[in-house]
């Protein structure tokens, strides 16, 4: 197994390649034309002090094209956050953040319909979301996070369903950072009740 970078987590530098697949496509559901999906190849990683499993050497242009083009063929976009097991622990954490203000702004990073939007302005919040494919929808922008300029800050920014799909974490929470934050406060106080 041969060494790499840093560890996108942990950023131990015990990393070990363990798998290189030639060839992998963009989408792997049923599509009406496969032979034209691109194909990549795919180095699959895994940090020795974490166990984190990561890509590496990914092709941000091929990356985009994922979201923009291919990511409309992935069959259950939007159907996590309505299952139980997906939504339930999610709300749980989420009731322990008190919405004192009427109104506060939310915005979701990865949402796939406005009805995701739906539980947070159920609870009071002005909320709108945020995703790389377009949505033909008022309450969504149809852009990737990371590179998109926004106009405000929130008073809570949300991420579930999507830290699996992000290419530079850092960067990530750095500008969730930005955004003054409460949920990241909300978990840290659960962690220590536990």
Do not use: W
Request: proline share 3%; glycine share 4%; aromatic share 12%.
């Amino acid at each position: 197994m041969k060494q790499l970078k840093k560890c996108p987590i942990c950023s131990s530098e015990k990393t070990a390649q363990v798998k290189i697949i030639d060839k992998y496509p963009a989408i792997i559901f049923p599509v009406d034309n496969f032979s034209k999906i691109e194909t990549k190849t795919l180095s699959i990683f895994c940090c020795q002090n974490c166990s984190h499993v990561f890509q590496c050497g990914i092709d941000s242009d091929f990356n985009e094209r994922i979201y923009t083009e291919y990511y409309k063929y992935y069959p259950y976009s939007g159907v996590e956050c309505f299952i139980e097991c997906y939504r339930k622990p999610f709300e749980r954490i989420f009731s322990t953040i008190e919405n004192k203000t009427k109104g506060a702004s939310l915005l979701e990073i990865g949402v796939s319909t406005s009805e995701q939007l739906d539980y947070f302005v159920n609870l009071g919040y002005k909320a709108v979301g945020i995703t790389p494919q377009v949505v033909e929808s008022n309450d969504i922008i149809s852009s990737f996070y990371e590179e998109h300029s926004f106009k405000q800050k929130f008073d809570v920014i949300v991420s579930r369903f999507n830290l699996e799909h992000i290419v530079d974490l850092n960067h990530f929470m750095e500008k969730v950072k930005c955004g003054e934050i409460k949920v990241a406060n909300a978990m840290l106080r659960i962690k220590k009740d536990e």
